[in-house]
């Protein structure tokens, strides 16, 4: 996504995501992404690094679970991820509080929990040929607790759905889906970002 493109990623989310009619501002949001080193990247960086020069299994395996369409790969992606990845928290998986594993780890482990599992989602959509003008990561509240889940804007249907393989996991086609909205299991969004921006809301949605 080039830089004059960011006034339409915006766009985008204020149009789709009508979160009592919040704005969305662009920040340079770091996260803790291992709770034993303290490390932090940008959350952009950290997708970025993933997508410059992709690891050749994960390159082949998007190609295989491309469909007729984008809505149909999205599903397919999510399905795959369901069906291979078991849900484990950080500790059980890496002894530590918070850890972020990247696509390949969580690919080659077969293990992880929300931001493993919708994590790869992502980077396997964006290998897939999924335009980030089209899927998301997003961070927020549920009523669980803090969650990642992926936001995706299917241009065939004209609505935003949630692609999560986790908390309230759906593998019905997209044309079936509910809009997205925030309710009594998705509560808030603190951030939503792509490895080219990084936007949170001008007040709690």
């Avoid at 692609?163 to 909205?181: G, H």
């Avoid at 009594?184 to 949605?205: A, G, M, Q, V």
Wanted: aromatic share 12%; hydrophobic share 35%.
């Amino acid at each position: 996504m080039v830089i004059g493109s960011k006034l339409f990623f915006k766009k985008i989310i204020t149009d789709t995501l009508k979160l009592r009619n919040v704005e969305w501002y662009e920040v340079a949001f770091r996260y803790m992404i291992d709770s034993v080193t303290r490390k932090r990247v940008q959350v952009t960086q950290f997708l970025k690094d993933q997508l410059n020069n992709p690891p050749v299994e994960l390159a082949a395996l998007a190609i295989q679970l491309r469909g007729s369409n984008d809505d149909e790969t999205i599903i397919n992606i999510l399905k795959w991820v369901k069906e291979n990845i078991t849900y484990k928290t950080d500790i059980q998986n890496f002894k530590k509080n918070e850890y972020w594993a990247t696509a390949l780890e969580t690919y080659q482990k077969k293990i992880d929990d929300c931001d493993g599992q919708n994590g790869l989602i992502y980077v396997l959509a964006r290998l897939a040929g999924i335009s980030p003008m089209k899927i998301y990561c997003s961070i927020g509240d549920t009523a669980s607790g803090g969650h990642f889940w992926c936001i995706y804007i299917s241009s065939d249907y004209d609505k935003v759905v949630s692609i999560d393989a986790t908390y309230y996991p759906s593998l019905v086609n997209i044309k079936s889906r509910k809009r997205f909205e925030l309710n009594d299991r998705y509560t808030s969004i603190w951030y939503i970002f792509n490895e080219s921006i990084c936007l949170k809301p001008t007040e709690e949605n």
